[in-house]
């Protein structure tokens, strides 16, 4: 991809955006760092032009972006089924288990519209019941809310691992190991924890879980994944087949039998050539360093809220501690509205911001991109608010 061997101390280098500004919105999007993308570039325009003709292997593309996806989460290749983002992760699970009316489901109160919304969905729809809880980093006070919310119907624990809201990391292994115990099916939202901190589908404990590309793994738009155990993913009945996503489809014999791998959820024409610019991406931030990564991503954090803690009437929204957050940094600034701090901070110098309007917060994204410089600007403009 490059002649040069990127490291945690070039990586930065390789997003053309931290020159043009000082970019603290990888929560929302993540560039992709420059190898990367020309590898997607190259994959695109080979096989938009030269169609069936093409002389490039897509497929390996898509069968090495899979097995990267899979080494990531800690799963083997089959247990992962590619999709566009963790909102068709989301509703794949969704739409795929068999639901009753009055059938119940706990979530939190910071989720997502790619949560909340096919719930709301569901409850118009099937006349489930959702129960919404909020949200500690701390993991007896998470099972305590499960505990006072849950019943004999309840049939899915569904949350985001880091809420895009304040940012804390929930307890989610305790949070799903309770779930297992009372029989209740577990699916973790990973967007904004998978490549912010290490995330495996083991260690969680849960049935199903869903992540995207674009965000932390700084991949192309459109990708994402759902991974799942085995007998999870034989649990779910796809919504949608086609070519590709059945392993026997005999018309005479009356039988069409899903793949039990994640492949059931895949079929039809594609555009496949993003699959290498996501294997392009993971394959070089693999090169820098996971744990490295991860350690810069929560160093930085770790600075921002400090120097924001010093500044006159902000609240923090997101835990002080490592462990308890990722790399999302939500602030209230007294006597500001979010919108305020906004186009202060993009005006002053050109900073990126996220807002988080339910809490008139605003939020910043600390990332591999991300060095002490852009920090202690974010923290320059603040001060330079007035009281």
Request: glycine share 8%; net charge negative.
């Amino acid at each position: 991809m490059s002649p040069a061997t990127p490291t945690l101390e070039t990586a930065r280098e390789a997003f053309p955006v931290t020159r043009e500004c000082i970019y603290l919105n990888t929560g929302t999007y993540g560039p992709m760092p420059e190898p990367a993308l020309q590898e997607l570039l190259e994959a695109t325009a080979a096989a938009e032009r030269q169609g069936i003709a093409c002389t490039r292997d897509i497929m390996q593309d898509v069968n090495r972006a899979r097995q990267g996806l899979a080494a990531m989460v800690g799963v083997e290749p089959g247990q992962i089924a590619m999709s566009r983002n963790s909102t068709d992760g989301i509703n794949l699970v969704l739409a795929g288990l068999d639901w009753r009316p009055g059938d119940e489901v706990i979530t939190t109160d910071e989720e997502h519209e790619a949560m909340w919304h096919p719930l709301l969905y569901l409850r118009a729809t099937r006349g489930i019941v959702v129960h919404r809880i909020s949200v500690s980093p701390d993991a007896e006070t998470m099972v305590e809310r499960l505990r006072q919310v849950a019943s004999q119907r309840t049939k899915l624990l569904t949350f985001s691992h880091v809420p895009c809201e304040t940012g804390t990391r929930l307890p989610a292994a305790a949070m799903c190991r309770w779930a297992r115990e009372h029989g209740i099916a577990t699916m973790v939202d990973g967007a904004q924890s998978v490549g912010a901190v290490p995330v495996t589908l083991p260690e969680l404990g849960c049935d199903w879980l869903a992540g995207n590309g674009h965000k932390w793994l700084h991949g192309p738009k459109g990708t994402g994944f759902l991974a799942a155990t085995p007998e999870a993913m034989l649990a779910l009945r796809p919504a949608h087949v086609g070519a590709g996503s059945l392993a026997e489809a005999d018309w005479q014999a009356g039988r069409a039998v899903p793949h039990a791998t994640g492949e059931r959820f895949e079929y039809g024409s594609r555009d496949l050539a993003r699959w290498a610019g996501m294997h392009a991406s993971l394959d070089w931030m693999g090169v820098v360093g996971w744990p490295a990564i991860h350690a810069h991503i929560a160093r930085h954090a770790s600075a921002l809220k400090e120097g924001l803690l010093s500044l006159p009437g902000v609240r923090l929204l997101t835990p002080v501690a490592a462990e308890a957050s990722a790399g999302l940094v939500s602030f209230v600034i007294q006597g500001h509205s979010f919108q305020a701090v906004m186009d202060h901070a993009r005006s002053r110098r050109s900073i990126h911001l996220r807002p988080v309007p339910h809490y008139n917060a605003t939020r910043a994204a600390t990332s591999v991109l991300t060095n002490s410089g852009d920090v202690e600007a974010l923290l320059e403009v603040l001060r330079e608010l007035p009281a």
